[in-house]
T-cell receptor, first 110, second 114 residues
Framework: KNEVEQSPQNLTAQEGEFITINCSYSVGISALHWLQQHPGGGIVSLFMLSSGKKKHGRLIATINIQEKHSSLHITASHPRDSAVYICAVKNGGSQGNLIFGKGTKLSVKP | DTAVSQTPKYLVTQMGNDKSIKCEQNLGHDTMYWYKQDSKKFLKIMFSYNNKELIINETVPNRFSPKSPDKAHLNLHINSLELGDSAVYFC?????????????FGSGTRLTVV
C-alpha cells in the first residue's frame, strides 16, 4: 500500500463544476504539496501546506493533520484545468524528499 | 528566466551506453533532487543533495550517480543504460534549511533506451 493515496484516479467534469481531489497519507509529515502536471509533462507546484487552508485564484487546498487528509478544490472549473494533480508529502526524513501519490487525472469538458 | 533547467529535453540512446543529464537552478536553493517518473506516471525520489549530504534512495541502481560541481548544479550520470531506465527524469530544487520546502521542478528529460 502506497504511503500517499489519492482519489479519484480519474475524474471527468463539465466546465463550471466544482471539483474535489482527495489525498490521504499514512506517515508523519512536516508539509504536504499539491502539484500540477500538464499534458506537456511539466510539473508546477500549486500549494505547500502544513496546516489549515490556502487559496490561490480558483484553487483551494485544505489539510487536516489529525486525520492525515488533504483536499484540493477547483471552483468554476475550466478546460485549461485539465491536468494530472499530484499530492506529495514531506516526511520526517532529511533534505525535504517528497513521497508522491499516483496522481489524479482531471479532464474538464467544455 | 528559467528557474530550474534540464538538458536535454529528449534523449534516445542504445542499451549499454553511458549518458548524462544536466540540471541547473538559479533560485539560490540549498537542495536539489532527481526524480524518476515511470511509464505509469508515478514519481519517485532518486537522490537529494545539498552541500553537506547526499541521500540516495536505496532502490536506485549504482549505475546512476549524481554529480554536483556546485550548489546550483546537480547532474545525473547513468552508466550501462538498460531498457528499464526509459522514463522521464525530473530535476527539482527547494530551500530546505531556511524553511519553506517549496519546490521548483525542471521540465523533465524523456530518456528512451532502445
Amino acid at each position: 500500500k502506497n504511503e500517499v493515496e489519492q482519489s479519484p484516479q480519474n475524474l471527468t467534469a463539465q466546465e463550471g463544476e466544482f471539483i474535489t481531489i482527495n489525498c490521504s497519507y499514512s506517515v508523519g509529515i512536516s508539509a504536504l504539496h499539491w502539484l500540477q502536471q500538464h499534458p506537456g509533462g511539466g510539473i508546477v507546484s500549486l500549494f505547500m501546506l502544513s496546516s489549515g487552508k490556502k487559496k490561490h485564484g480558483r484553487l483551494i487546498a485544505t489539510i487536516n493533520i489529525q486525520e492525515k487528509h488533504s483536499s484540493l478544490h477547483i471552483t468554476a472549473s475550466h478546460p485549461r484545468d485539465s491536468a494530472v494533480y499530484i499530492c506529495a508529502v514531506k516526511n520526517g526524513g532529511s533534505q525535504g524528499n517528497l513521497i508522491f501519490g499516483k496522481g489524479t487525472k482531471l479532464s474538464v469538458k467544455p | 528566466d528559467t528557474a530550474v533547467s534540464q538538458t536535454p529535453k529528449y534523449l534516445v540512446t542504445q542499451m549499454g551506453n553511458d549518458k548524462s543529464i544536466k540540471c541547473e537552478q538559479n533560485l539560490g536553493h540549498d537542495t536539489m533532487y532527481w526524480y524518476k517518473q515511470d511509464s505509469k506516471k508515478f514519481l519517485k525520489i532518486m537522490f537529494s543533495y545539498n552541500n553537506k549530504e547526499l541521500i540516495i534512495n536505496e532502490t536506485v541502481p549504482n549505475r546512476f550517480s549524481p554529480k554536483s560541481p556546485d550548489k546550483a548544479h546537480l547532474n545525473l550520470h547513468i552508466n550501462s543504460l538498460e531498457l528499464g531506465d526509459s522514463a522521464v527524469y525530473f530535476c527539482a530544487s527547494s530551500q530546505v534549511f531556511t524553511g519553506g520546502y517549496g519546490y521548483t521542478f525542471g521540465s523533465g528529460t524523456r530518456l528512451t533506451v532502445v
